[in-house]
Every structure is written in structure tokens, then in C-alpha cells.
């Protein structure tokens, strides 16, 4: 069964803070995405990855970074939280070098105060 | 203009009604057409996708793609209460040596009441 993780369904953190979100894939897919989700505004793509150390900007990527250093991992960095970047991240990951399936994990909700 | 456009509802039908759902494009580049469902505090989940033009029919699901027109659509006949979620649209083409990126619509969340 195909399967994407978060390492967090909630998370709280405080302006300033620097915050890690984790992405795990177990399907050997070359390709990771962050997104993130808000009302009104849909599904938005922050970055993406088409092989370990490799990243390309997405809609959004100002205020984060990425790290991919194996394959089944995929990082996103807010490297100093603000208020505007509480949001519902979404990551996703899909096979191969054209369109496949994207898998999406259950996403985390973060709240910077 | 957003590359791609979707009522974002809400949509509130009884159960057994037909539900018709749809998106609009600018980009002419675009050749695969998916829809997502996304149910309440869960990550969104393909429910179905067609490339390029016509029909594609699953159960109670159809999606239909008129790149004339740059529009597509997705029916649900017999909608259940097991239907309400949040619907979005996405649309993918090839970038030739690298690989592309979806780009969605911002979702329309259907309620199915019994």
C-alpha cells in the first residue's frame, strides 16, 4: 500500500523559530512536492524535487527551502517563521519523469504565534 | 488570471442528485486533466484523470475535457452523503526534459445531505 508520512499532524510554533517539516515516501518515487492549503486559496506549490539533491521553485517558495538528501525523504525549512506562513502543508510524491499519480500525505497543521 | 479556475462553492445537494462540477483553463498546453478528492482533515486523493479531450466514465463518476473550449467537468450521478468533499481539479503537460508540475484549481467543497 503506497504510503506518504508527515512527521506532524499539528504543530505550534512561535515567531522567529526556525521549523522543519518531515516527508517520507515508501514507493521509490523520484519526485517530492510541498504544497500548502489555505481557504479560499486552493492548493499551492512551494517547491519541488525530481531526484535526491536536486529542487526546483514552485508558486510560493519565499520565506522556505527544501533539502532532499535521500531519496524517500523531503524537507521543507521555514527558516524563520512568521504568522503569514500558518497553513495546512501538504506533501506528495509521484514516479517517473512525465505526469503519474501524486500521493498525497495527511498533512500538517501549523500554527506560528 | 490563475492558470486554472474553479468555483469554490459551496455546493449543497440532496442525496440521488446529479452534481456537476467544473473548471476552466488558460494555458492550451495542458494535456492531462485529474480531479482530486479531499475529505475533511485527510490529503487529497486522485479520483480520476483523462488525457486529453473526451470522456472517461468510472461508476458513478464521469470527467469530461473540451480543450476547444479549455473546460472541463466532472458528474456524479446518485450522489451519497459519502460524496462530500472537497473536489479540486488539476492539470499537468510535459515540459519535454524535466519533469512539470500540477497546477490546481482552488477546490469546491460539495455537502451531499441525506
Known amino acids: 500500500d503506497v504510503k506518504v508520512t508527515q512527521s506532524s499532524r499539528y504543530l505550534v510554533k512561535r515567531t522567529g523559530e526556525k521549523v522543519f517539516l518531515e516527508c517520507v515516501q515508501d514507493?521509490?518515487?523520484?519526485?517530492m512536492f510541498w504544497y500548502r492549503q489555505d481557504p479560499g486559496l486552493g492548493l499551492r506549490l512551494i517547491y519541488f524535487s525530481y531526484d535526491v539533491k536536486m529542487k526546483e521553485k514552485g508558486d510560493i517558495p519565499e520565506g522556505y527551502s527544501v533539502s532532499r538528501e535521500k531519496k524517500e525523504r523531503f524537507s521543507l525549512i521555514l527558516e524563520s517563521a512568521s504568522t503569514n506562513q500558518t497553513s495546512m502543508y501538504l506533501c506528495a510524491s509521484s514516479r517517473g519523469e512525465t505526469y503519474n499519480e501524486q500521493f498525497f500525505g495527511p498533512g500538517t497543521r501549523l500554527t506560528v504565534l | 488570471q490563475k492558470e486554472v479556475e474553479q468555483d469554490p462553492g459551496p455546493l449543497s445537494v440532496p442525496e440521488g442528485a446529479i452534481v456537476s462540477l467544473n473548471c476552466t483553463y488558460s494555458n492550451s498546453a495542458f494535456q492531462y486533466f485529474m480531479w482530486y478528492r479531499q475529505y475533511s482533515r485527510k490529503g487529497p486523493e486522485l479520483l480520476m484523470y483523462?488525457?486529453?479531450?473526451g470522456n472517461k466514465e468510472d461508476g458513478r463518476f464521469t470527467a469530461q475535457v473540451d480543450k476547444s473550449s479549455k473546460y472541463i467537468s466532472l458528474f456524479i450521478r446518485d450522489s451519497q452523503p459519502s460524496d462530500s468533499a472537497t473536489y479540486l481539479c488539476?492539470?499537468?503537460?510535459?515540459?519535454?526534459?524535466?519533469?512539470?508540475?500540477?497546477?490546481f484549481g482552488r477546490g469546491t467543497q460539495l455537502t451531499v445531505w441525506p
Open positions: 514507493m521509490d518515487h523520484e519526485n
Open positions: 488539476a492539470m499537468y503537460f510535459d515540459r519535454g526534459s524535466t519533469l512539470g508540475r500540477l497546477y
Open positions: 483523462t488525457y486529453s479531450s
